[in-house]
């Protein structure tokens, strides 16, 4: 009679017990063998549960290793000669990842173990590269069937004002070196005579007139770069320290004449852009002495 009250009572406590929270919810008994009791029910109410969770953990850490690892293969493209790397070739992956060559040629992929590599330019692709059998993943260098076109190699010089006003004459031999015709005799074994040429020109008023307006333009620009030259804005920054407008208001209202700039020393020279900017900064027009020179310039 006492082993069926126990197993009515253990069925009763079973079912009334919470699986989520069982230690709030275990009737209480004032059976002195309760505590033991309830232990036992417990432990076979959590067992199954907790078996459940250790089988899920282990197999969560078996599955880990076994998950696809990237990893990322380097190198470079170049021609057929390789010595010019190729710049925008297509790099893809048969898993879908892509990358592109930049100026250099260089590229890198992230590819799987079991992936394969292969590159394409101008629509035209290469065979496909096993990832497995690539014997230096970080310098998988590769050369296309391409012909790069180089141009020559051009070295850009500074500009020289002395060979740019020499190269001009050249150019402008014709010009700088006319005259306005003029009548003179040439004595012969015949006697005296005149040559018909110039008594033509002579009359060729039009074409003089162009042809001396300019030779005076070229002068003046000859004259204009001369100055430039030397009464450089790198010069006067340099010594003077302005800047901006500052800088080319000061230059253009200073600005030294071309026969000064041509005969003048560099220590003369630059004590006049001292000089110049001292009266700049109190307001004071150039010296007088170089305004009567320019004045009589022109």
Same mark, same amino acid.
């Given at each position: ?33 309760? =505590? ?16 459940? &969770? ?7 850490? +078996?599955?880990?290793? +076994? ?10 493209? @170049? ?20 990358? &592109? ?8 992929? /992230? ?9 394409? @330019? ?8 096993? #990832?497995?059998? &690539? ?36 150019? @402008? ?18 006697? #005296? %005579? ?19 307006? =300019? ?8 004259? /204009? ?15 003077? %320290? ?29 004590? @006049? ?21 320019? /004045?009589?310039?022109?």
């Amino acid at each position: 009679m006492g082993a069926v009250y126990i197993i009515r009572v253990t069925h009763s406590i079973i079912n009334s017990i919470n699986p989520i929270n069982p230690i709030n919810t275990i009737p209480q008994l004032n059976s002195p063998f309760a =505590f033991s009791f309830v232990t036992c029910v417990i432990t076979h109410t959590l067992l199954p549960r907790l078996f459940k &969770i250790f089988v899920l953990v282990l197999l969560l850490l +078996a599955v880990k290793p +076994a998950t696809a690892q990237w990893f990322k293969i380097k190198g470079s493209v @170049y021609d057929s000669s390789r010595n010019y790397p190729i710049e925008l070739v297509t790099v893809m992956s048969s898993s879908g990842k892509g990358a &592109i060559t930049d100026a250099d040629g260089h590229y890198e992929i /992230e590819v799987m173990e079991r992936d394969s590599i292969w590159f394409s @330019y101008l629509n035209k692709p290469t065979m496909k590269f096993p #990832v497995l059998k &690539i014997a230096n993943p970080f310098a998988f260098d590769i050369s296309l069937q391409v012909n790069v076109t180089t141009l020559k190699e051009v070295k850009v010089r500074p500009r020289n004002y002395r060979q740019d006003s020499a190269q001009n004459r050249q150019d @402008y031999a014709k010009v700088f070196n006319f005259q306005k015709p003029r009548l003179s005799p040439s004595v012969t074994n015949m006697g #005296v %005579g005149f040559d018909l040429n110039e008594i033509i020109n002579m009359f060729r008023f039009r074409k003089n007139r162009s042809m001396l307006a =300019f030779q005076q333009r070229l002068l003046a620009q000859e004259e /204009e770069k001369a100055v430039d030259h030397r009464f450089s804005k790198a010069l006067v920054r340099r010594l003077t %320290g302005l800047v901006d407008r500052e800088l080319d208001s000061f230059m253009l209202v200073f600005r030294p004449s071309y026969q000064f700039t041509l005969y003048t020393s560099d220590y003369d020279f630059q004590q @006049y852009i001292k000089d110049s900017y001292r009266r700049y900064l109190v307001g004071l027009p150039p010296l007088p002495m170089l305004r009567q020179e320019e /004045e009589e310039e022109q």
